[in-house]
T-cell receptor
């Protein structure tokens, strides 16, 4: 069974731009969660989508948004990028949200 | 609210020695607990999970962890370290009433000396 895939793997953007990251979950998984990983703050939960509905949300500003499609694929969007948004963005999929399997991540650099 | 504390941001052991990575959690409800490993430039790999069955949980690559409710701990151990175990390890907690959100500890970087 194929694992979680994330595209693109690396991204360089300029302050003020917006970016969209994509995540394809393991086949049959209905839950997709997103996390931000930085050296200073560690791993922080962004949000979770389950069957196309946002079920959980972390403490991030509204510039961070997401959605999930009917095939469970998910996208995360960050608008008006700031330097502090530079991070590794990880998505994880699971059947019900508990046992999560992670993708390789998207490394976002904001200049 | 839930939280996780990993004691020791860096742990160094010799090859063949016991590995012990400490994790304490705080949760107002019975939790689910997880250990993940992250190798450089990769995502997180699930090592093992506690979901209220046996308190001693065995995972991949020879790792195991014991859930101790009285101590609110979920320490990760491996009897004999290999060079390939060098990586960063994360302990995480989840509210069993609703999935989707993992709260992670700050991570422990494990170094293995030859």
């Amino acid at each position: 069974k194929a694992g979680v895939t994330q595209t693109p793997r690396y991204l360089i953007k300029t302050r003020g731009q917006q970016v969209t990251l994509s995540c394809s979950p393991i086949s049959g998984h209905r839950s997709v969660s997103w996390y931000q990983q930085t050296p200073g703050q560690g791993l922080q939960f962004l949000f979770e989508y389950f069957s196309e509905t946002q079920r959980n949300k972390g403490n991030f500003p509204g510039r961070f948004s997401g959605r999930q499609f009917s095939n469970s694929r998910s996208e995360m969007n960050v608008s008006t990028l700031e330097l502090g948004d530079s991070a590794l963005y990880l998505c994880a999929s699971s059947l019900e949200g508990f046992e999560q399997y992670f993708g390789p991540g998207t490394r976002l650099t904001v200049t | 609210a839930q939280s996780v504390t990993q004691l020791g941001s860096h742990v160094s052991v010799s090859e063949g020695a016991l590995v012990l990575l400490r994790c304490n959690y705080s949760s107002s409800v019975p939790p689910y607990l997880f250990w993940y490993v992250q190798y450089p430039n990769q995502g997180l790999q699930l090592l093992l999970k506690y979901t209220s069955a046996a308190t001693l949980v065995k995972g991949i690559n020879g790792f195991e962890a014991e859930f101790k409710k009285s101590e609110t701990s979920f320490h990760l151990t491996k009897p004999s370290a290999h060079m390939s175990d060098a990586a960063e390890y994360f302990c995480a907690v989840s509210d069993r009433r609703q999935g989707g959100k993992l709260i992670f500890g700050q991570g422990t970087e494990l170094s293995v000396k030859p």
